[in-house]
Nanobody, 125 residues
């Protein structure tokens, strides 16, 4: 079992920055790949970024375009998503997820086993 708690969402203006955190706990937390997804109203949940269990490998959606950075503090079992140059289209609920089955984290929601409750990110124009 893995428990995930996100924090760091909020309201920012266009061009602003936010840093999301995802604290993981549980017996298999340290062996899980971690991913961030987002879901805007009326849209499907989409992949944003992922980091391997070792923190050595990172993966990004094309729309990130160098604006977001995912990282992981292994000692704290916490994953981060630094988001810069935020745009109104980035407005969504952002979810943290853990993949305990695969060697490398995937880019589709179905491969993830555990999910956080989500944190709202709103970018005003």
């Amino acid at each position: 079992q893995v428990q995930l708690v996100e924090s760091g969402g909020g309201l920012v203006h266009t061009g602003g920055s936010l840093r999301l955190s995802c604290a993981a706990s549980g017996r298999t937390a340290s062996s899980a790949g971690m991913g961030w997804f987002r879901q805007a109203p009326g849209k499907e949940r989409e992949f944003v970024a992922a980091v391997s269990r070792s923190a050595r490998y990172t993966y990004y959606a094309n729309f990130v375009k160098g604006r977001f950075t995912i990282s992981r503090d292994i000692a704290k079992n916490t994953a981060y998503l630094q988001m810069n140059s935020l745009q109104p289209e980035d407005t969504a609920v952002y979810y943290c997820a853990a993949d305990v089955r695969n060697l490398q984290p995937g880019m589709t929601p179905r491969v993830y086993d555990y999910w956080g409750q989500g944190t709202q990110v709103t970018v005003s124009s």
